[in-house]
């Protein structure tokens, strides 16, 4: 099994920056790919941003591309999450996924979850 925490979430001013990190252990031979995720209150969860593990391809959602970059460290076992111009709508619980199996913006494919870190972004 792959165990997923995350970090670094925050209250931020709007315009801040904040780097989430997901630390991964476990059976990391299957992190496929490693996703962001991230839910408000009353809405359904939202893609963020992805990345391949081997190769470092990423993808991100509509609403946070030119924003958010998605990385990863080897040596930390670690996927990160710069928020950079952060807004008032980026408030959520943003999750750690991993898919065993692709490269996907549906969080039906990930197999594994975080417990969530929350991030605040008042105006």
């Known amino acids: 099994q792959v165990q997923l925490v995350e970090s670094g979430g925050g209250l931020v001013q709007a315009g801040g920056s904040l780097r989430l990190s997901c630390a991964a252990s476990?059976?990391?031979?299957?992190?496929?790919?490693m996703g962001w995720f991230r839910q408000a209150p009353g809405k359904e969860r939202e893609f963020v941003a992805a990345?391949?593990?081997?190769?470092?391809?990423?993808r991100y959602g509509d609403s946070v591309k030119g924003r958010f970059t998605v990385s990863r460290d080897y040596a930390k076992n670690t996927v990160y999450l710069q928020m950079n111009n952060l807004k008032p709508e980026d408030t959520a619980v943003y999750y750690c996924a991993v898919s065993s199996t692709g490269f996907s913006s549906g969080p039906y494919e990930y197999d594994y979850w975080g417990q969530g870190t929350q991030v605040t972004v008042s105006s």
């Open positions: 476990g059976r990391t031979f299957n992190r496929y790919t």
């Open positions: 990345i391949t593990w081997i190769a470092g391809s990423t």
